[in-house]
């Protein structure tokens, strides 16, 4: 299994990365994304830090891979429901486990998590 220090090492260059790289220096303003299922729901989410998301992304009514739109706003009258955010590199560690989930983490993606009700 992939060690702590190591996990942080590449935890670092990503923050270094993010800081300095144009690839992260995106606008995150109105930043929705829609995945579209074949049931036809559409599952609408927002980018709270900028980061990698998947093409595929788990329709939230469903459960089947539903596809991205590209921040394409199909949808301009719902809400996000869901939100992707950069792991913190605590809650990296505990994704020791799942090794695809953190390659992807430390690669620059974002996970997803359910927008509470404020
Ligand atoms: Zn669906």
Same mark, same amino acid.
């Given at each position: *299994?992939?060690?702590?220090?190591?996990?942080?090492?590449?935890? #670092?260059?990503? %923050?270094?990365?993010?800081?300095?790289?144009?690839?992260?220096?995106?606008?995150?303003? #109105?930043?929705? #994304?829609?995945?579209?299922?074949?049931?036809?729901?559409?599952?609408?989410?927002?980018?709270?830090?900028?980061?990698?998301?998947p093409?595929?992304?788990?329709?939230?009514?469903?459960?089947?891979?539903?596809?991205?739109?590209?921040?394409?706003?199909?949808?301009?009258?719902?809400?996000?429901?869901?939100?992707?955010?950069?792991?913190?590199?605590?809650?990296?560690?505990?994704?020791?486990?799942? *090794?695809?989930? %953190?390659?992807?983490v430390?690669?620059?993606?974002?996970?997803?998590?359910?927008?509470?009700?404020?």
């Open positions: *299994m992939i060690s702590q220090r190591e996990i942080e090492r590449r935890y #670092n260059k990503l %923050l270094r990365d993010v800081e300095t790289d144009d690839y992260y220096k995106i606008d995150l303003t #109105n930043r929705v #994304n829609c995945y579209v299922c074949d049931c036809g729901h559409i599952t609408k989410t927002k980018d709270v830090d900028a980061g990698v998301t093409f595929f992304h788990r329709c939230e009514r469903c459960g089947v891979p539903a596809k991205s739109t590209f921040y394409k706003d199909i949808a301009p009258n719902k809400q996000p429901t869901e939100e992707w955010y950069r792991p913190t590199l605590k809650e990296a560690f505990k994704m020791r486990k799942n *090794m695809d989930l %953190l390659d992807h430390l690669n620059g993606g974002l996970d997803v998590r359910k927008i509470k009700n404020r």
